[in-house]
């Protein structure tokens, strides 16, 4: 199902307006940060954030005094980061838009920059290319996307299993690949440079980050949305033995790791 803005899939946006997504991005408050240092984000300059979700990026930049849009399809999202910005005292524009048709026109600006956001748009190839359209020649784009290892891999692989691959997408993480963003970025970039990080989520137990992330992670949501009783219990297992064996901590607390790529390409000019 379509609606009118820019041909977004109504269901995936339900997929992010399920759960509280606020409430899983302000685990990583610090990969904003960490990113937009990595892009040299400087004050005056024109930053884009597709994807912003609840604007963790966006008031990154805007911290920086830069001049701030962020853009995302779901104004539920926006409103929170609206209210952010207003109670930090910080300048950015939020607007309603989809990544795959950008409502901006071409190098409009300086740098485009997504967190853990433009990796979930079905159709990469043009989410790129958007990307790449709206950043004049010499500007940059900034990602920071989940790799396929870690936490966020195997959850995503997990709900894949176990839904039968019902998105029919291609897999968020090929964005936390160098192979994947030489494809898409590289022919158009004088420079790409890439580094692989890892964020630990920690949590008092497995069950309470297995719930947590079933609550307010949308993706997770949805799939449980979808599951019967048996798939449900399946997928919970699953996530139970790796978040067990990859996450153990003293005083039974879990410290889980996830890659993610850190990636910064150079347009040529």
Not at 6 to 25: I, Q
Not at 37 to 42: K, P
Not at 143 to 155: N, Q, R, V
Not at 227 to 240: H, P
Request: hydrophobic share 45%.
């Amino acid at each position: 199902m379509r609606d009118d803005i820019g041909g977004v899939d109504t269901g995936a946006r339900g997929t992010w307006a399920g759960g509280d997504y606020a409430r899983v991005g302000n685990r990583w408050l610090l990969v904003s940060e960490l990113l937009c240092e990595t892009a040299g984000i400087r004050p005056g300059e024109r930053v884009i954030d597709v994807a912003t979700g609840t604007g963790n990026t966006a008031l990154a930049a805007a911290r920086r005094f830069a001049d701030v849009t962020g853009v995302d399809y779901v104004p539920a999202l926006l409103e929170h980061a609206r209210a952010r910005a207003a109670a930090e005292g910080l300048e950015a524009r939020f607007e309603t838009g989809d990544a795959l048709a950008l409502p901006h026109p071409d190098g409009a600006f300086d740098v485009a920059v997504s967190t853990f956001g433009v990796q979930y748009v079905p159709d990469q190839e043009r989410a790129a290319a958007e990307l790449l359209r709206v950043v004049r020649r010499g500007g940059r784009i900034a990602l920071a996307s989940w790799a396929p290892d870690g936490f966020l891999g195997e959850l995503l692989r997990l709900v894949d299993r176990y839904t039968a691959g019902a998105s029919g997408d291609a897999a968020p993480t090929l964005w936390g690949t160098a192979k994947h963003l030489e494809r898409l970025l590289g022919p158009h970039a004088s420079a790409l440079e890439c580094a692989e990080r890892r964020w630990r989520f920690r949590f008092r137990s497995p069950g309470d980050m297995i719930g947590y992330f079933r609550a307010h992670f949308g993706p997770l949501t949805l799939a449980f949305d979808v599951l019967d009783a048996a798939g449900r219990d399946a997928l919970t297992a699953g996530l139970t033995r790796y978040v067990e064996a990859a996450g153990a901590a003293p005083g039974g607390t879990v410290e889980v790791p996830s890659t993610y790529l850190e990636a910064v390409a150079v347009l040529a000019p």
